[in-house]
Antibody
Framework: QVQLQESGPGLVKPSGTLSLTCGVS?????????WSWVRQPPGKGLEWIGE???????NYNPSLKSRVTISVDKSKNQFSLRLNSLTAADTAVYYC???????????WGQGTLVTVSS | EIVLTQSPGTLSLSPGERATLSCRAS???????LAWYQQRPGQAPRLLIY???SRATGIPDRFSGSGSGTDFTLTISRLEPEDFAVYYC????????FGGGAKVEIK
């Protein structure tokens, strides 16, 4: 059973950079899965941010592409999200997730709230 | 970008009733890439249906998915108390998108 755990600061300043890490257990990040980030502003719906394959190949949401970087660290079995030029609109619960071999997000982390505020 | 429109936005039903949720895409979606998720308050989303009609591991058979092309449906045959939640459809194509969500609330 794959388990995912997000970690990172809960408060970041406007114009700053959000950095989150997703630790993976119960699976190897070099398996043939895509590793994703999804966010959810308070009281709103889900937004797909992007995904990475262990080779480093990435796909990003076009609306966020200019501000997003997703990377993978195979030695630590984890992947990371960086989002820059933050505004209050980036305040959200950020989830990491993975497909587990399906064409859907089968495994999710518990999510971490990131607030953008001075 | 493929836009997914879910309807109705809120469904008010009683336990034991049937729930039918719709997801309409702005362009054709391969059935292989259409998924449904359930989200309870304070929890992460949970995959219910993938490939438009295949139930994920551990999902009760009262949940079923159908549809093709631009029109997809999630049906809950008889609502249990734990089914009152928000449901999202997602297309997992080249640039995945989610629908806006549909809330199933207790009448």
């Amino acid at each position: 059973q794959v388990q995912l755990q997000e970690s990172g600061p809960g408060l970041v300043k406007p114009s700053g950079t959000l950095s989150l890490t997703c630790g993976v257990s119960g699976d190897s990040i070099i398996n043939n899965d895509w590793w994703s980030w999804v966010r959810q502003p308070p009281g709103k719906g889900l937004e797909w941010i992007g995904e990475i394959f262990h080779t480093g190949s990435t796909n990003y949401n076009p609306s966020l592409k200019s501000r997003v970087t997703i990377s993978v660290d195979k030695s630590k079995n984890q992947f990371s999200l960086r989002l820059n030029s933050l505004t209050a609109a980036d305040t959200a619960v950020y989830y990491c997730a993975t497909t587990g071999g399906l064409a859907a997000l089968n495994y999710w982390g518990q999510g971490t709230l990131v607030t953008v505020s001075s | 970008e493929i836009v997914l429109t879910q309807s109705p936005g809120t469904l008010s039903l009683s336990p034991g009733e049937r729930a039918t949720l719709s997801c309409r895409a702005s362009q054709t979606v391969s059935s292989r890439y259409l998924a449904w998720y359930q989200q309870r308050p304070g929890q992460a989303p949970r995959l219910l249906i993938y490939g438009a009609s295949s139930r994920a591991t551990g999902i009760p058979d009262r949940f079923s998915g159908s549809g093709s092309g631009t029109d997809f449906t999630l049906t809950i045959s008889r609502l249990e108390p734990e089914d009152f939640a928000v449901y999202y459809c997602q297309q997992y194509g080249r640039s995945p998108t989610f629908g806006g969500g549909a809330k199933v609330e207790i009448k």
